[in-house]
T-cell receptor
């Protein structure tokens, strides 16, 4: 079983819609959770981080964490063509590394 | 504040050669980690350094090594290159601690021919 699993893509959404990305992780001791966005040919860019159960909002992005279910999600509201990218879920424990999911590719249709 | 700086950005090497990649972390950040990204395996952790000490190492062969200097700058080395080592090598830095956010550099694209 992979440490971090993301819903398989690609995910295509119309402009203005909500894109929903899901991620599950296997290590119950995980303490920190991140979403990175990666454009083709570029390095990952941090979008959100969340440490506590519940929701965290930043602009059009909302991260949700449920440690009991070992589940973290990212919602992108009012999706824009510039949101078209691969979104990586990353999970950190107390071992100085992040474990990444395979990524979900999102395409926003104009 | 300048971001994480990696050099070189692009390089082509021949099988059997070795390569050294360099990383300068964000000013004030003492932790540097390295990741390999390939289409097939995704982003995989190589190693992490803090105050010149390796604190964790990923599941890579001994051909992959790294070090950190007193100014927090880091290098990684891959010896006896194989075709499968072709990848994007990403350096990331963070201030300290286990949970603090890591920030990636632009990466070094290595092609082994």
């Amino acid at each position: 079983q992979k440490e971090v699993e993301q819903n398989s893509g690609p995910l295509s959404v119309p402009e203005g819609a909500i894109a929903s990305l899901n991620c599950t992780y296997s290590d119950r001791g995980s303490q920190s959770f991140f979403w990175y966005r990666q454009y083709s040919g570029k390095s990952p860019e941090l979008i959100m981080f969340i440490y506590s159960n519940g929701d965290k909002e930043d602009g059009r992005f909302t991260a949700q964490l449920n440690k009991a279910s070992q589940y973290v999600s990212l919602l992108i509201r009012d999706s824009q063509p510039s949101d078209s990218a691969t979104y990586l879920c990353a999970v950190g424990s107390n071992d100085y590394k992040l474990s990444f999911g395979a990524g979900t590719t999102v395409t926003v249709r104009a | 504040k300048a971001g994480v700086t990696q050099t070189p950005r692009y390089l082509i090497k021949t099988r059997g050669q070795q390569v050294t990649l360099s990383c300068s972390p964000i000013s004030g950040h003492r932790s540097v980690s390295w990741y390999q990204q390939t289409p097939g395996q995704g982003l995989q952790f190589l190693f992490e350094y803090f105050s010149e000490t390796q604190r964790n190492k990923g599941n890579f062969p001994g051909r992959f090594s790294g070090r950190q200097f007193s100014n927090s700058r880091s290098e990684m080395n891959v010896s006896t290159l194989e075709l499968g080592d072709s990848a994007l090598y990403l350096c990331a830095s963070r201030e300290q601690g286990d949970s603090s956010t890591i920030y990636f550099g632009e990466g070094s694209w290595l092609t082994v021919v």
